[in-house]
């Protein structure tokens, strides 16, 4: 995971005075980035009071999140925890929300906006490989859904999924192929075999 590496190592830098804000600054970005997100098209669909609504939303979509978790304190408080899980779901949101904001904008694509989705997707998916499995997955739903109905702003959402699901899967490939892998895999030995060939 060599974006999270990366992030724990600097935050660390920091000293332990950073740990007791980690939890309340990730669960600011968390609903900043689901408001954010989702406003264009609350906007789209004229819905009043579109920022309450939002709001509201995301409160209540963090809240039962963070309920339904089995290991409540690693994920809330636990330094390694906090930029691990809640990031993923952050930084999709964050470009959920980006690439609203841009079909609305009937601009072609330039080949350095792909760049930037692409490294997006890459960096966003080197924090967690569960992440990084549902973020193809979504991406592809996405691209399928758009492909089928012939969106109108198909023009601009092709290219933002494909080069994001292409970061995306390279970013999986990373993860996969990883050599600390080999140190990890004995502890799977135990699983059955039928789940261990699903789970790798």
């Known amino acids: 995971r060599y974006s999270f590496s990366f992030v724990v190592s600097l935050v660390e830098l920091l000293g332990l005075k950073i740990v007791p804000i980690l939890p309340g600054a990730a669960i600011a970005l968390w609903l900043f980035s689901v408001v954010w997100g989702c406003l264009p098209l609350f906007s789209n669909l004229k819905i009043l009071h579109a920022i309450a609504c939002a709001l509201f939303l995301a409160s209540v979509a963090i809240w039962s999140t963070y309920r339904a978790v089995d290991d409540y304190p690693q994920i809330v408080f636990w330094q390694t925890g906090i930029l691990t899980y809640p990031v993923s779901i952050i930084l999709f949101f964050l470009g959920f929300g980006l690439a609203l904001r841009r079909s609305y904008h009937p601009d072609p694509i330039n080949w350095w906006e792909l760049l930037l989705w692409f490294t997006f997707a890459f960096a966003a998916g080197g924090f967690s490989e569960t992440g990084t499995v549902v973020q193809v997955t979504l991406l592809a739903i996405f691209l399928m ?39 990890r895999s004995p502890g799977f030995q135990t699983i059955p075999p039928f789940i261990q060939k699903f789970s790798g």
């Open 145 to 183: 859904i758009i492909v089928l109905t012939k969106n109108n702003h198909g023009k601009i959402f092709i290219p933002i999924l494909l080069a994001s699901l292409i970061g995306s899967v390279l970013s999986l490939l990373v993860i996969a192929l990883a050599p600390g892998n080999s140190v």
